[in-house]
């Protein structure tokens, strides 16, 4: 039996340590991680005075800053999250922010700022902050600062420092914490822990899931909470701060159909036209003759108006927008970027477009700025916004031409256009061009609905025009390759006729197609005639715009009008 007791009490040992080995995975399986999550990571913090922030309920990659115990945005999250209407012109070292009926200028590093009214009057204002700094070569604007204007909240909390931000509000889900807990990284009491949540404290429900919840904290940590900890539920009601009012763009837009053509005046010698283009047209109630065109980088530009002109027109039951244009040869040296992107060079534009619409008695001013670049894009509705006050104030129609839209031209912001002037006009045409690599239609029937379908879904229908061309293009393809000539409807006709082409109705362009082989050379023709402006009116009045646009007066046949006419009194 002596011999025996070394060898029960080794086996007990092995079984006791057994035991506690299986005991101590057992404990390391099911207990509790007290590991704590590293909240730098966790947020991304990058520096001492970065601010990671959570909008509604995710953490994004923008952060603020805090300089001089404020918070400030960079300006491209302020554009993004709250507002796109504060402009930075860099070469004049000021921040700029247009209202319905106003502007403020900031100078950036200041706690001061201007306001000019329409009339371009000033008051100035001080603050007890610096409003906007740059740190290298961005730009930042004090948090306070931007939610005077913009409709959002934040909250700021520190340990570390990050905020939260709101700028939808409504109904959601909370729940009571039951008992003292830990929010987790993750789902799982093997994770680590973000924060310590105290019985009573109330948590949001963003996602449940079997045995795990995720939840955002009253101080805006978002991580898990185990179910069995989660108690009375409720739907909490979130509101908007009561003090911000959203600003309101009253419009000069008109209560029947506007029926515009495009007067192409070559000089003031020009004007003399008047009554022969209008002749034979019928529905017109807008004329828009091409009288201003861009000369210089500090906004000069050349006028052909004349009081004449306008007195006539009046006399005939017609408004006059007067069309300011780029594209003329007398532009070729404007630089758009540096006229547009100056805060002194677009106001000397305006000043001067808007004494000369006074002095004319002009009922509108029709902007016909093309081929803007990339860089010029914000500059160029900055313009819009700006001549768009003055505009308001003295009940002259702002319209705006405007390519058919396409990725490349979203630059254009055809929705703000929509906000702040006052008809946005589409260019229905140049499909196909002189530069054009394939002979085609100038405005088939797809690219024509594609256009009015493309901004309606950005403009409000009631303000939206649809140019239609009163020219065709006759394409020539042969030895030296592939050429067009844009002619007035009769010369298209003429062509026809001379060559001996059979036309036949093309359902895919709604237009009437002939072609004609001579020798090694092919001629090919889309006819827009009144057979094809017809359809593109169905279309139009179908989408219940605000009325149609022809370029140019001059180039039509007779009978188009009748069609037109026939547009016009339709309901």
């Known amino acids: 039996m002596k011999k025996m007791i070394p060898v029960i009490v080794a086996i007990v040992l092995i079984i006791l340590i057994a035991v506690a080995g299986f005991g101590a995975k057992l404990l390391e399986r099911y207990s509790y991680s007290k590991e704590r999550a590293d909240l730098t990571e966790y947020f991304g913090i990058q520096g001492d005075n970065d601010v990671p922030i959570i909008l509604q309920d995710e953490l994004v990659e923008e952060h603020a800053k805090i300089f001089d115990n404020m918070c400030y945005f960079d300006i491209a999250t302020v554009h993004k999250y709250f507002n796109d209407r504060f402009y930075e012109d860099k070469a004049q070292g000021i921040v700029v922010f247009t209202k319905p ?38 730009l930042y604007i004090a ?30 889900p909370t729940a009571d914490i039951t008992k003292d807990t830990q929010v987790r990284y993750q789902g799982g009491i093997k994770s680590d822990i973000l924060t310590d949540v105290s019985e009573g404290d109330t948590v949001v429900i963003l996602e449940e899931m079997e045995n795990w919840t995720k939840v955002k904290t009253k101080d805006s940590f978002i991580g898990y909470v185990e179910n069995k900890r989660l108690g009375r539920r409720e739907a909490e009601i979130t509101v908007p701060p009561a003090d911000y009012v959203e600003p309101v763009y009253e419009s000069n837009t008109r209560d029947y159909k506007i ?80 006229l547009l992107s100056r805060t002194s060079s677009r106001w000397n534009l305006i000043r001067n477009l808007v004494a000369t619409a006074q002095e004319y008695n002009l009922d509108g001013i029709n902007i016909d700025f093309e081929n803007i670049s ?13 001549l768009s006050i003055p505009c ?33 006009i589409i260019m229905g045409y140049d499909e196909h061009y002189a530069g054009s690599e394939e002979a085609g239609s100038v405005a088939s029937i797809n690219f024509v609905e594609k256009g009015i379908e493309n ?25 030296e390759g592939l050429s067009s000539e844009a002619v007035t409807m009769g010369m298209a006709q003429e062509f026809v006729e001379n060559h001996g082409i059979v036309v036949r109705w093309d359902e895919t362009t709604c237009q009437n197609y002939g072609e004609s082989q001579e020798g090694d050379t092919l001629y090919q023709v889309w006819l827009e005639d009144a057979d094809s402006i017809r359809v593109k ?34 309901p």
């Open 101 to 138: 009926d106003s502007i403020i200028t900031i100078p950036v590093g200041e706690a001061n700022l201007t306001n000019y009214d329409a009339d371009f009057e000033s008051s100035g204002t001080a603050w007890d902050y610096v409003i906007s700094r740059y740190e290298g070569d961005v």
């Open 143 to 172: 948090a306070d600062f931007v939610q005077q204007y913009s409709n959002f909240t934040y909250e700021l909390f520190t340990e570390p420092d990050h905020m939260q931000i709101y700028t939808e509000w409504g109904e959601r």
């Open 259 to 338: 029926n515009l053509g495009w007067h192409v005046i070559g000089g003031v010698d020009g004007n003399v036209t008047l009554e022969s283009v209008v002749a034979q047209t019928k529905g017109l109630n807008v004329i828009s003759p091409t009288w201003f065109r861009l000369t210089g980088n500090e906004g000069e530009f050349t006028s052909f108006a004349s009081a004449d002109y306008v007195e006539k027109a009046h006399g005939m039951g017609l408004e006059v927008w007067a069309l300011v244009s780029n594209v003329e040869t007398e532009s070729a040296d404007v630089d758009m970027y540096e």
């Open 374 to 386: 990339l860089d010029a894009g914000e500059p160029f509705i900055q313009f819009i916004r700006e």
């Open 392 to 424: 308001r104030q003295l009940g002259i129609v702002l319209s705006v031409d405007n390519y058919v839209p396409m990725g490349h031209t979203d630059h254009y912001d055809r929705a703000e256009q929509g906000v702040v002037a006052d008809y946005v």
């Open 455 to 479: 901004t309606v879904a950005e403009v409000p229908a009631e303000k939206v025009i649809n140019g239609i061309p009163f020219y065709t293009r006759i394409w020539k393809s042969g030895p």
């Open 537 to 570: 009116l169905n279309i139009m009045q179908n989408y219940d715009i605000a009325g149609v646009a022809a370029w140019r007066l001059g180039h039509e046949t007779a009978n188009v009008w009748d069609v037109i006419e026939e547009y016009m009194n339709q």
